[in-house]
């Protein structure tokens, strides 16, 4: 099913949805035996797709586009690759596509990704993501995502240029839109007003973190602009060296985080599952769904 189907359905339930990434140096492909049994987990809560990430550059193409062949493989998964098109050449690209198509896949994440810091062979081809959108419009029959950022993207001088920049992607073709991360659901709400003043009204889908570690959630907020509530930080530190403590407060603060948005008529839910179902299908059972 397209992004188009999937989101614009009268809903009355939430529509669930979850992404996962390529384990790096996997030589023996354990990892990735692990992943595909968690997926086993994530599925009991029938995602309307499943999502797979992609290293900027096509870094990790190979291992990426494997996960997605063996989850395309599978009649009772919608698998949407994620695809980045920063100092990837046109050529580079097209042959991408062929593959993904031979997939048969349906949907696409089209983003821009980062310039990795080694990048030698930079191709110019493609800057940024309405760039990719446009282009995949023009050349395939992709139903496109693309990203969104309820505090604006970390480069991005303020929210009202970013969503200009968010604007060019969906005017370009862009079909729902997948955020970032965010803590404090006022951030959303105040989003999807702007959104709504510009005439945006394609689907967001609200992108859900489950907290599991706090170094990991440090890294990543050091890469992004998300502002954490006080109350959750300061219980956050208290048990930083504490991983079950901090599972246990990452279950209860998303649960509670996604009944707000459910109950507000918030109802499309990504979540972020960094390859883990334990707290996401925690999660999902607190919620009822
Ligand atoms: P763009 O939409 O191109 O925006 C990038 C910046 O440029 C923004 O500041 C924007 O305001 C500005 N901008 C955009 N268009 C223009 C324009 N035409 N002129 C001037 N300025 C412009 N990264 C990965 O590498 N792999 C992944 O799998 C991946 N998955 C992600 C999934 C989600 C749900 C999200 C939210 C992000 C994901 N990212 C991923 C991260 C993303 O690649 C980075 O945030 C990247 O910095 C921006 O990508 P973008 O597609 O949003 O870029």
Redesign the pocket.
Known sequence: MKLGEIYSKIQTNPIISF?I?PPQNDENGEKTTKLFEEVKHLKTHTPALI?V????GGSNKDTSFAIVKTLANDKNINVMP?F?CVCSSKNYIQNSIKELNEMNIKNI??????EPQDCLTCHLDF?????LVSYLKETTDFSIG????PEG????PNIT??I???K??LNAGGEAI???MFFDNSKLYNYLELLEKQNLTKPVIA?ILPIISYNQLDKMLSL?KVTVPKTLMTKLEKYQDKKEDIKKIGIDFASEQCQELIDNGIKNL?FFTLNKSYSVCSILDNLGL
């Open positions: 992404e990434f999502s990430t992609y290293g900027a994620h980045t994440l089209a983003l821009r990704g980062d800057r940024y993501a309405n760039e693309v990203a969104g950022y993207h970390i480069d991005a240029e970013d200009k920049n968010l060019k992607k997948f955020t970032q992108g992004a990504h």
